[in-house]
Structures are given as C-alpha cells and as structure tokens.
C-alpha cells in the first residue's frame, strides 16, 4: 500500500463497510499481505438491488463466492436464483464437512463457521438433467427471445414477430415448437398464401428460413424446453418453513453445448419476473437475488435492439426488488450500459498472459473508484478465494476499494452425492405441477383440423384486422416513473408491425407495455 500506513488503511475499511443496517459479510481485508479480521468487508442487505459483477479468470473462485453469497442470503430470507453450469452447486444441500485447514482460514478471517445445508430447488431446462423440468410455451418467451436462439437476423427477426401477430389474432395458440411450425406451414401453404400476403412484411422465402431454423433446432434436441406446463417464475421467490430463503439452482451440465439457448432462457425468467412483479422501490432486502452465469453468452453477437431491452429490463427491475448479478470473467464481457447498472463489484484475480488479457486488464482497472491499491499488481497477484471489492453503501457511495479474503461456505463446495439431489428433487413440492408434460389443443391441432373458431380471434383464413395507427401518445407515467422510458426501449426492440400495434395501445395500458420488452406475452398464474 502507498500513501496510507496500515493501520489508516484499516480504518479506513472500518469506517467505509460498517452499516445501520443488515448486512452480508463477504470477508476479511487484506492490508500489505496481512489478514485483517477487525476490518470486515460486507454488503449491505438494501443494496443488493442495485446490482453487481462477479468477475475472475477460470478458478479463481467466483463459484465459491456465488455459494457463500448465495447461503447468506438464504440465511436472511432472501430467495436466490442460480444457473449451475458445472454442477459444483447441488453442495448447497449437503452440510460441509470440517477440517483442520479450514478451521485455521475462517479463524484467520474472524468467520464463525458452521457446518449447515440449505433448501435448494434443482431445475432443469425441458428435463435434461436432476431437476423439476422448466418449461417455456413458444408464445411466453416470444419473438425477439426466440430469434436470438434461432440466430436470426434483424429481418428475419421482424417477419418473425408478425407470424405471432398472426397467431395472436387468429386464436392460435403457440405452445410449443410444433406449432409454430405449423403455423408457419399453413402461411407458406397454397390455402394459406392469401393470409400471407395480407401480413405484408412477411415473405414466403423468409418464412421458409424461419422454418428451416425450427427444424433444426428440435433436431438437436432443443424442442423439450419449450411446452406446458409453463413454469411460473413466482416460484422463485418462495422461502421455506423455517424462513430462510429457498435457492433455486438451475441444473445445466447436460445444455453445455447449447450455450445461447441457456442464457437466453435466463433472460426469459427476468423478463417474466419483470412484467408480472409489483413496483416496491427501496426495501430493507430484495425479494430475489438472481446470479446471471456465462454473462458473456447473453451479450456475444447481441443485435442493438437486443441489448437495448436487456438495458432497460436491467435498469428498471431494480424498483421491483430484484438484485441482479452477473457473473464473468473481465468486465469487458458486459456492455457498458449494462455495466453502469453494477454498483456492487467482486473482481477476482485476473490473467496477463497475453495482450489481449494486458488490455482487459487496463480495462477493469479503469472501472473501480480511485484507490491507493496498485490494482494491476493486486488483480494479478491476488490468491485463490481472494477478490478486490466495491460496493454500494447505504449512502449510495462506493465503499473503499479492499483486497479481502472472502468468507468459506458452509455447505459443500462441489456436488452433492447424486442420491441426495434425486432425494431433494422428488420430494420437490413443484414436481406434481411441473414434472410431467402435457400437450394441450393449440395452433398444431387446430391447424390439422381446419375446424378452429376460438373465442379469442377470428377464425383462420378470416381477413386480418387493419394495422393499427402509426401514431398515438406514449403512455403517461402511472407512478413508476418510467412509461417513457419503457416505450421507448420497445420501440427499438419490437420493430415491424408489432412495434406499430405497441403504439396503438394508449396510455391506459402504459403500465401494460412493460409486459412485452422482449416482445414476451402475458400469461394467466397459477397463483
């Protein structure tokens, strides 16, 4: 350290991270190479809502931070959400054993550690693995989400958001892939061409691509996440029995290799947290804390418009209580309108093996507060388990920028027998609701049949209804403070013909218009 002795430097941490409030202790600082358990490094509860990074090169430790983080939390019954990309977080269910080199780090560090297991959920995408199958109807995750998992281009993506335009007003319901490849079908058949013309924005060559992509999506085996019955994200914010917050793990070693299909089904969960929860402001914790693994696999190739939403979604979802961090290597990995939103930074050690990581490096320095820390020495030097930290005080300033040595978990750090989370999953209260899918009458049957009249639209091959006006007022604000806003970052995201029938809306359904960021539908709840 320079310019300050270690003894000021302690204080200084003393000062910065002691809080009126409820708090989580992340560790101990680390001043001149020496452990500090008098200056605990923590974040406070009412803050988590503001966001954060989780950021270190491959086995660092950002897992186990995520772990502790995620106990803790738990512990102040604060539901959690994580993706478990490895599988290293099924330990949540199993209390750690001790050990002698245990006990000597948590005492370094000033850490009462117990040995303790904690209620988890374990999910899985459509089955594929130990988990409660979550699921996703083709019209709730909806065009734009869609065409990024598809790979679409920005026309085909357009086109896309008509063809659900169309289903929406003929009452055909799109539950999963195969009916919307029925759909696609009929508009690109001989009896469905005039239907076709009459969407305009919609070519039949473009439709066929649509089509191809469909295809080739269910033949890798992707078709089993989407379908009934639809999971409900209100489940992820339950709390056990006993108060402490229930973590919800999404398994995904068996979806590896189809790394944008997860991170965009994670986006799904936000955006549907995001249109259904209530506005809440400031709170002395969050309802959720959702951990946003593989962060880099959600902006990688992202169009504008994607991005754009993703922004806002970010941005606004903190006035509803959720906390959002996303977890990475380099804050390079996220855009730096998204990165704005982090006020809760946890870097880990950082390699500089090459010019590109040189670069990265320069980078994440230049994105934490002045400090008296060499951060470029610190970030290559810091050990396992070890993390500069910057967080949000009850202020609103940034804490002082600490070295510490971050808190063990006290349940397992890896996976848990497979016996135990076979267990956990089939006494899941959720696996008679979501464990056995079902395939209701939707645009796939009422298509073969040629015999639909539903209730919510006109009948297939009806003419379609005259496009909206082009031009309306935006919605006025309903309380929340952000119908402009919002208005503003569908008009860059939903394009085409859907963006005009957003205008047509008025300012009555203002509030409404959150419901579709992601040109995502609303759906009617269990509870």
Request: charge should be neutral; glycine fraction near 10%.
């Amino acid at each position: 350290m320079a310019t300050k002795s270690a003894a000021e430097t302690v204080a200084t941490f003393q000062a910065g991270y002691t809080f009126s409030g409820s708090s989580i202790a992340l560790g101990a600082a680390l001043v001149d190479g020496q452990v500090h358990p008098e200056a605990q490094v923590s974040l406070p509860l009412a803050m988590l809502n503001r966001h954060g990074l989780v950021a270190g090169a491959t086995g660092t430790g950002k897992t186990v931070t995520l772990h502790m983080m995620a106990e803790q939390l738990s512990t102040a019954g604060v539901p959690v959400f994580m993706a478990d990309i490895k599988g290293d977080l099924t330990g949540l269910a199993t209390a750690a054993p001790g050990s002698d080199k245990l006990t000597a780090r948590t005492q370094a560090i000033g850490q009462q550690w117990e040995s303790k297991a904690f209620p988890v959920e374990f999910l899985a995408l459509g089955g594929a693995g130990n988990g409660v199958p979550v699921r996703a109807t083709v019209t709730s995750f909806g065009p734009i989400l869609l065409s990024r998992v598809l790979g679409l281009n920005e026309t085909q993506e357009s086109s896309l958001q008509l063809v659900f335009h169309y289903a929406d007003t003929k009452g055909l319901e799109l539950y999963d892939l195969k009916d919307l490849r029925a759909v696609i079908q009929f508009l690109t058949s001989d009896e469905g061409k005039a239907d076709l013309a009459e969407l305009g924005g919609l070519s039949k060559a473009t439709a066929g691509v649509i089509l191809r992509n469909l295809i080739t999506l269910d033949a890798q085996g992707m078709g089993g996440f989407f379908g009934m019955p639809e999971f409900d994200t209100a489940e992820l914010l339950r709390t056990a029995p006993d108060g402490r917050g229930v973590i919800t793990c999404l398994e995904l070693p068996s979806v590896q290799d189809k790394p944008l299909l997860f991170s965009t089904f994670l986006m799904w969960l936000l955006a549907d947290l995001f249109r259904d929860l209530p506005e809440v402001g400031d709170a002395d914790k969050p309802k959720l804390v959702f951990f946003f693994d593989e962060a880099h696999l959600l902006f990688t190739g992202a169009s504008k418009a994607f991005l754009n939403a993703i922004t806002q979604t970010v941005r606004l979802i903190r006035s509803k209580g959720v906390g959002i961090f996303f977890v990475t290597q380099t804050p390079k990995d996220v855009p730096g309108d998204v990165l704005a939103q982090l006020a809760n930074r946890i870097q880990h050690a950082l390699r500089a093996f090459t010019p590109d990581d040189a670069k990265a490096l320069k980078a994440t320095v230049s994105t934490f507060p002045v400090s008296s820390y060499d951060l470029e020495e610190v970030l290559t030097s810091a050990g396992i388990g070890e993390a500069v930290v910057t967080v949000m005080n009850e202020n609103g300033a940034p804490t002082p920028v600490a070295l510490t040595r971050m808190r063990a978990p006290g349940s397992v750090m890896g996976p848990s027998p497979d016996g135990t989370v076979k267990a956990v999953v089939g006494a899941s209260a959720l696996l008679p609701t979501y464990g056995t899918a079902v395939d209701p009458v939707s645009a796939y049957e009422k298509l073969e049949s040629r015999a639909a009249s539903p209730a919510t639209g006109p009948a297939v091959g009806a003419p379609l209804p005259p496009p909206p006006p082009a031009t309306l007022s935006a919605p006025r604000n309903d309380g929340g403070g952000m119908g402009a806003e919002v208005l503003d970052a569908l008009g860059g995201a939903l394009g085409g013909g859907v963006k005009s029938m957003i205008r047509s809306m008025g300012s009555q359904l203002g509030r409404n218009l959150m419901r579709d960021m992601f040109g995502t539908a609303p759906r009617r709840r269990r509870r």
